[in-house]
């Protein structure tokens, strides 16, 4: 998989993986990060939180993220992103600027932020008794779900890893295009 990946070169790659609390993004990813790892790629992730949160605490998305492999984690919700960094009373930054942060990777692997128009995958569990996100986000662009799904879009089982991760090598965008999209958030 590594070849696919070197024309990116020293432009980074980004996708982000939305759904549902309880669905299994963080999961996924802790499957995918050594995968790709594996590949000899460097990844990283920034998390969005919607609560307070501390950071890098044993068996939490960013200490998960971190121990699965991950170069670099950044966590942000409403009161603040870390790299230990706090807003005190700012508002949260835009994604764009999140990703402004990062330290060069191959690969950037956004989880959450549902509601900023970047490209996604649909990380769905019916276990979850949510809906699906897919018809109304136009960020959406494929589905790793753990049932059959009609539409148009790539829709892959929630653990294949494999099939996944080609999807994400698909999808994932150069960091200039995803900053070009986000340049009206907030």
């Known amino acids: 998989m590594r070849g696919v990946w070197e024309e990116a070169g020293k432009r980074m790659k980004v996708i982000g993986l939305a759904g549902w609390s309880g669905a299994g993004k963080t ?100 276990a979850n008794g949510k809906s699906f996100l897919f018809p109304d986000d136009p960020g959406i662009a494929g589905i790793a779900a753990d049932v059959s799904v009609e539409t148009t879009l790539p829709v892959v089982h929630l653990d294949d890893i494999v099939a996944i991760a080609t999807l994400i090598e698909r999808l994932a965008m150069p960091i200039a295009d995803v900053l070009a999209g986000l340049s009206s958030e907030r």
């Open 27 to 126: 999961t996924l990813l802790t499957r995918l990060i050594p995968h790709f790892v594996a590949q000899g790629l460097r990844v990283s992730t920034i998390k969005h939180a919607h609560h307070n949160f501390d950071v890098d605490v044993p068996g939490k998305d960013s200490w998960l993220h971190r121990q699965s492999g991950a170069s670099e984690v950044l966590i942000s919700s409403g009161r603040r992103w870390a790299l230990m960094h706090e807003l005190r009373g700012d508002d949260e930054p835009p994604l764009a600027q999140l990703l402004g942060k990062m330290s060069q990777a191959d690969l950037v692997i956004v989880e959450g932020f549902k509601a900023v128009p970047h490209r996604k995958i649909e990380v769905f569990r019916t």
